[in-house]
C-alpha cells in the first residue's frame, strides 16, 4: 500500500474533471491545503491535516472552519522567497510520504504556473513519486532513476519533457513514436505531441529530470 500525501494547490479552482479524479484517489494518508487551496479541499469535504502558507488569498471562514476541525496551521510572511506549494511539498516530503498529488489548475498567472512544475522537480522529492492533476491533464515528475506507468486511451497525448540540461536512457512503451535509450535535452522539442497507441503507456528515465504530461485527446 502506498502511502499517498494530497496537496491541494491555490490559486485558479480546479475543473470538475480534476476533482473526479481526485475523489477516485485511494490510500490517502495526508491531505495538505496550499493557502487557498483549503477551498478546493473543502469542496469536497475532505478534512484537512494541514494548511500552509501566508494567507493571503485563503477566506477567513474558511480557515475557521478548518481550525475548528483541528486542522494544523503552519503561517509564513508574505516576504517568504518560496511559494505556498514548495512549502507543503517539502513538508510531505518530512513525513515520509512515498507519493504525492497535487490538485492544481495552475495558479493563474504564467509565474505561478511555472513555479507549479519547477517545485515538482526539488532535490529533496528525488525519492518520491510526485503528480498533478492539471484539469484535464496528469503530470508526472520524474527524477531519475525513476518510472510511470499510467492508464490512457488510445489516441490520448502524451508530452515528455526534460527538465535538466539533459534527460538520459528513456524508455517508453505504449507510444507510436517509441524512446529506446533516448536523451532529450531542456531545449528542444522532440518529445512533444507524441500518442498512444496502446491502453497503458509507461515511461522511465536513468538519468535526469524528465516532465511527463498525459493529455487525453480532445480536452486542453
Same mark, same amino acid.
Given at each position: 500500500?502506498?502511502?499517498?500525501?494530497?496537496?491541494?494547490?491555490?490559486?485558479?479552482?480546479?475543473?470538475?474533471?480534476?476533482?473526479?479524479?481526485?475523489?477516485?484517489?485511494?490510500?490517502?494518508?495526508?491531505?495538505?491545503?496550499?493557502?487557498?487551496?483549503?477551498?478546493?479541499?473543502?469542496?469536497?469535504?475532505?478534512?484537512?491535516?494541514?494548511?500552509?502558507?501566508?494567507?493571503?488569498?485563503?477566506?477567513?471562514?474558511?480557515? %475557521?472552519?478548518?481550525?475548528? !476541525? /483541528?486542522?494544523?496551521?503552519?503561517?509564513? =510572511? +508574505?516576504?517568504?522567497? *518560496? @511559494?505556498?506549494?514548495?512549502?507543503?511539498?517539502?513538508?510531505?516530503?518530512?513525513?515520509?510520504?512515498?507519493?504525492?498529488?497535487?490538485?492544481?489548475?495552475?495558479?493563474?498567472?504564467?509565474?505561478?504556473?511555472?513555479?507549479?512544475?519547477?517545485?515538482?522537480?526539488?532535490?529533496?522529492?528525488?525519492?518520491?513519486?510526485?503528480? %498533478?492533476?492539471?484539469?484535464? !491533464? /496528469?503530470?508526472?515528475?520524474?527524477?531519475? =532513476? +525513476?518510472?510511470?506507468? *499510467? @492508464?490512457?486511451?488510445?489516441?490520448?497525448?502524451?508530452?515528455?519533457?526534460?527538465?535538466?540540461?539533459?534527460?538520459?536512457?528513456?524508455?517508453?512503451?505504449?507510444?507510436?513514436?517509441?524512446?529506446?535509450?533516448?536523451?532529450?535535452?531542456?531545449?528542444?522539442?522532440?518529445?512533444?505531441?507524441?500518442?498512444?497507441?496502446?491502453?497503458?503507456?509507461?515511461?522511465?528515465?536513468?538519468?535526469?529530470?524528465?516532465?511527463?504530461?498525459?493529455?487525453?485527446?480532445?480536452?486542453?
Amino acid at each position: 500500500m502506498v502511502n499517498t500525501t494530497l496537496i491541494f494547490s491555490g490559486g485558479l479552482p480546479p475543473n470538475d474533471a480534476t476533482l473526479k479524479a481526485t475523489r477516485a484517489i485511494q490510500n490517502v494518508n495526508l491531505v495538505i491545503a496550499a493557502d487557498s487551496g483549503l477551498h478546493t479541499a473543502q469542496k469536497l469535504d475532505m478534512h484537512v491535516d494541514v494548511v500552509i502558507g501566508d494567507f493571503d488569498s485563503v477566506d477567513a471562514t474558511a480557515l %475557521a472552519r478548518a481550525t475548528s !476541525a /483541528h486542522t494544523q496551521t503552519i503561517r509564513h =510572511s +508574505a516576504d517568504k522567497d *518560496f @511559494t505556498d506549494l514548495e512549502s507543503a511539498l517539502l513538508f510531505a516530503a518530512d513525513q515520509k510520504t512515498e507519493r504525492i498529488v497535487i490538485i492544481t489548475a495552475g495558479g493563474g498567472r504564467l509565474d505561478h504556473q511555472f513555479g507549479v512544475v519547477a517545485a515538482m522537480f526539488n532535490p529533496k522529492l528525488h525519492e518520491i513519486n510526485v503528480e %498533478a492533476l492539471w484539469n484535464y !491533464a /496528469h503530470l508526472f515528475a520524474l527524477q531519475g =532513476s +525513476a518510472a510511470c506507468e *499510467f @492508464t490512457v486511451e488510445i489516441g490520448d497525448t502524451i508530452g515528455l519533457q526534460s527538465f535538466s540540461n539533459k534527460s538520459e536512457k528513456i524508455f517508453t512503451t505504449g507510444l507510436r513514436w517509441q524512446l529506446n535509450d533516448a536523451t532529450l535535452t531542456n531545449f528542444e522539442t522532440r518529445g512533444v505531441g507524441n500518442i498512444a497507441i496502446t491502453e497503458q503507456v509507461s515511461v522511465s528515465v536513468e538519468l535526469g529530470q524528465l516532465l511527463v504530461i498525459h493529455q487525453p485527446k480532445g480536452k486542453s
